[in-house]
T-cell receptor
Framework: GQSLEQPSEVTAVEGAIVQINCTYQTSGFYGLSWYQQHDGGAPTFLSYNALDGLEETGRFSSFLSRSDSYGYLLLQELQMKDSASYFC???????????WGAGTKLIIKP | NAGVTQTPKFQVLKTGQSMTLQCAQDMNHNSMYWYRQDPGMGLRLIYY???????DKGEVPNGYNVSRLNKREFSLRLESAAPSQTSVYFCASVSGNSPLHFGNGTRLTVT
């Protein structure tokens, strides 16, 4: 089967750095995306990795290792507004579908 | 620039009632999707439309039907609502390798 694994919950302190991991088992690979979702809100796009390496966008970075079927999202200088759920997703595949992880709830303490 | 617009935002139905969730996008995207999200869980694909005139089942299509009315609009219909369909429904659209754009969701409760 196809699946993505990510921790259900991560806790960090304001101002710190946190890493959210994602491992995947899929029949094909078409890129790893990260989305953020605040409580009661819609998912919004954060980052996308099609190739190995690090992609940086401001305080957020995403890393991919295709040989290890592994990626992570790195959030630096954490702010209270970063409290949200973070989802990794593989795709879209040839059927235009994404395979989603169950999400990681990030709790930030002052 | 509205992006993806979903209506209604909230809905309460009684078991057996029917309703249609509406979705429209103004970004000229080819592909559109309907997802459901249950508390503490990820997104599960109900149906998708890769392009105007085509629709296909996703992971959890039972109890739902869809219509790709034109390139902009993709509706989701519940013919006979059941309590198991209580969920938050998200519509999304995309073209090529661009990221998914989501609507703000419809919160549906079936009693």
């Amino acid at each position: 089967g196809q699946s993505l694994e990510q921790p259900s919950e991560v806790t960090a302190v304001e101002g710190a750095i946190v890493q959210i991991n994602c491992t995947y088992q899929t029949s094909g690979f078409y890129g790893l995306s990260w989305y953020q979702q605040h409580d009661g809100g819609a998912p919004t796009f954060l980052s996308y990795n099609a190739l190995d390496g690090l992609e940086e966008t401001g305080r957020f970075s995403s890393f991919l290792s295709r040989s290890d079927s592994y990626g992570y999202l790195l959030l630096q200088e954490l702010q209270m507004k970063d409290s949200a759920s973070y989802f990794c997703a593989v795709g879209p595949d040839s059927n235009y579908q994404l395979i989603w992880g169950a999400g990681t709830k990030l709790i930030i303490k002052p | 620039n509205a992006g993806v617009t979903q209506t209604p935002k909230f809905q309460v139905l009684k078991t057996g009632q029917s309703m249609t969730l509406q979705c429209a996008q103004d970004m000229n995207h080819n592909s559109m999707y309907w997802y459901r999200q249950d508390p503490g869980m990820g997104l599960r694909l109900i149906y998708y439309s890769a392009s105007e005139g085509t629709t296909d089942k996703g992971e959890v299509p039972n109890g739902y039907n869809v219509s790709r009315l034109n390139k902009r609009e993709f509706s989701l219909r519940l013919e006979s609502a059941a309590p198991s369909q209580t969920s938050v429904y998200f519509c999304a659209s995309v073209s090529g390798n661009s990221p998914l754009h989501f609507g703000n969701g419809t919160r549906l409760t079936v009693t």
